[in-house]
């Protein structure tokens, strides 16, 4: 596994974790041979998302509204150093309606008027008050979201999820200080299936504090 791809699922299990269901998207092009986009990372969560035997609230960087859809379109970067939404979900308006209309959430009108207000959220100069508010469509709220695992330090003014707030969450998630009554956290880790399985495994078996590095040498991880 590449490190960039531990980053994605890194993300990935943070938000299944936080109760947001979770994939890929790739928006096509006319142009063979070519895609129009990429989004690494789409997660929705339902407002009435429960998992109280887990004994555990979601994640208050995620703070996702108690009675609306909460929809992320997450960039995963790998350098702290250059964390930036690509440039054609930062400038190509038919690539984030394409988007849009792939969540089924919003209808065509809703499409065209959610894109022209996200847009410029994507932007390098967006603050994180502006994009953790997102913008509201009906009953749902619109987020762009930046993520970068390898980052222990808050990426400037950024709203951008960083390993500071992935790793003690997945660590609360699995390792509670006490047994919880109603929520086993000892079963056959490969029920999560790839490529989580190996990730879940050393998160529970492995040191106290796991941290990339770590994950890195345990997954073999190579830079390409």
């Known amino acids: 596994m590449k490190k960039s791809e531990v980053h994605e699922v890194l993300v990935t299990l943070y938000l299944r974790l936080n109760g947001y269901f979770t994939t890929g998207l790739i928006v096509h092009s006319g142009s063979w041979g070519n895609a129009r986009t990429e989004i690494d990372c789409l997660a929705i969560r339902h407002p009435n998302h429960e998992q109280p035997e887990r004994g555990l609230k979601t994640d208050l960087f995620l703070n996702p509204p108690k009675k609306m859809i909460d929809l992320l379109l997450c960039e995963v970067k790998s350098n702290p150093q250059h964390v930036y939404f690509n440039e054609s979900i930062r400038t190509n308006r038919e690539a984030l309606h394409a988007a849009l209309r792939w969540t089924g959430v919003f209808t065509e009108e809703q499409v065209i008027s959610v894109a022209a207000r996200l847009q410029p959220l994507f932007q390098a100069d967006v603050s994180a008050k502006e994009a953790s508010a997102g913008i509201i469509e009906g009953s749902c709220r619109v987020r762009p979201l930046l993520c970068c695992p390898p980052s222990r330090d808050p990426i400037g003014d950024r709203w951008c999820l960083t390993g500071s707030e992935i790793f003690p969450f997945i660590n609360k998630c699995f390792n509670p200080p006490e047994r919880r009554v109603s929520c086993s956290t000892q079963y056959d880790f490969n029920l999560w299936g ?12 492995g040191p106290n504090a796991v941290t990339s590095e770590s994950l890195y040498q345990h997954l073999r991880a190579t830079e390409s």
């Open 194 to 205: 790839y490529p989580f399985a190996s990730i879940v495994q050393h998160f529970k078996d």
